[in-house]
């Protein structure tokens, strides 16, 4: 049972904005905080954001506020991530997630969907 699915991935020119969709199962969506992380050839998994189970509210890295918004449609049960302004170094393979606290440990993650910046 897939309960987590990336798509929107590609390859795109710096300066570019892309959105990235995760479908989330309805059991996970309303029970789990949501988020998504990143992770670079060669570099450790990192943290990008996540919205509150309880009221959607959404947080972020500080390195990255401004240039990437989450946002989520409990309608369709679908978790967005918006990118704007995209730097070379944003290239990474990027994951949604599901977790009750440890972002570092989800307890659900999807297979990752990869985003490739040019410059």
């Known amino acids: 049972q897939v309960h987590l699915g990336e798509s929107g991935g590609g390859l795109v020119q710096a300066g570019d904005s892309l959105r990235l969709s995760c479908a989330v199962s309805?059991?996970?969506?309303?029970?789990?905080?949501l988020g998504w992380l990143r992770q670079a050839p060669g570099k450790e998994r990192e943290f990008i954001g996540r919205?509150?189970?309880?009221?959607?509210?959404?947080t972020y890295t500080d390195s990255l506020k401004g240039r990437f918004t989450i946002y989520g449609d409990s309608v369709e049960s679908i978790m967005y991530l918006q990118m704007d302004n995209l730097k070379p170094e944003d290239t990474a393979l990027y994951y949604c997630?599901?977790?009750?606290?440890?972002?570092?440990?989800?307890?659900?993650r999807g297979q990752g969907t990869q985003v490739t910046v040019s410059s």
């Open positions: 919205i509150s189970k309880w009221d959607g509210t959404a």
């Open positions: 309805e059991d996970i969506f309303k029970k789990y905080h």
């Open positions: 997630a599901a977790t009750t606290i440890d972002w570092a440990n989800p307890d659900y």
